[in-house]
């Protein structure tokens, strides 16, 4: 499959897009669409989701949240592990990056269900959260057209997300066909 742009994917105007775990303001996926669709923006780091919060305040259709997506409402921990990798606590054991000090850093942050800001409207979703993806998929009332979930490694090409199996089978029992990847990103679609 080629390597590709999420954009690529898209034949259609995008009148709700999700995205869980923005990142920084520039790797912002769905920026282009801030003025014309409805965009909900989840990203629990404090210094990222300021920047990004900060740049959206203009565009009324874009709502910017403070936290991570998970199983319910009572905040996630995670790990940085340095070089730009992190993991959601559950999603991989820290036992092996604490034996070698390799933590960095380790913080609690608040966090949604997915279910409850979901009213079935994404037509878009790109999920990037630290290894925890299944738990937006597995909640998520919308069907969308479109779907980035990162489940490889470009620093370990022998990596496969832990749930792999389960996130596969979901798209499967829901339309889905994979059609690309960009970097760690698997992209599926769904014909309506």
Not at 112 to 141: P, S
Not at 153 to 173: L, Q, T
Request: charged share 25%; net charge negative; hydrophobic share 40%.
């Amino acid at each position: 499959m080629p390597l590709l742009s999420f954009r690529n994917y898209l034949d259609f105007s995008p009148h709700c897009v999700l995205e869980a775990g923005v990142g920084s303001y520039a790797c912002c996926r769905s920026r282009p669409f801030w003025a014309t669709a409805s965009c909900l923006l989840f990203e629990p780091c404090p210094a990222l989701f300021a920047v990004t919060a900060r740049e959206a305040q203009v565009f009324p259709l874009v709502t910017v949240s403070p936290c991570a997506l998970s199983d319910d409402d009572k905040g996630v921990t995670f790990y940085d592990i340095g070089n730009g990798l992190s993991f959601v606590e559950g999603a991989k054991s820290p036992s092996r990056y604490t034996r070698e000090g390799r933590v960095l850093a380790k913080r609690r942050v608040p966090s949604v269900c997915l279910a409850d800001v979901d009213a079935g409207d994404i037509d878009v979703a790109l999920l990037d959260m630290e290894r925890d993806e299944w738990v937006a998929l597995k909640n998520m009332v919308s069907r969308p057209r479109l779907i980035a979930v990162e489940m490889v490694s470009w620093r370990n090409p022998e990596y496969r997300h832990r749930h792999d199996a389960e996130i596969r089978s979901w798209m499967f029992e829901n339309g889905y066909n994979e059609v690309g990847f960009d970097g760690c990103d698997v992209f599926w679609r769904r014909e309506d």
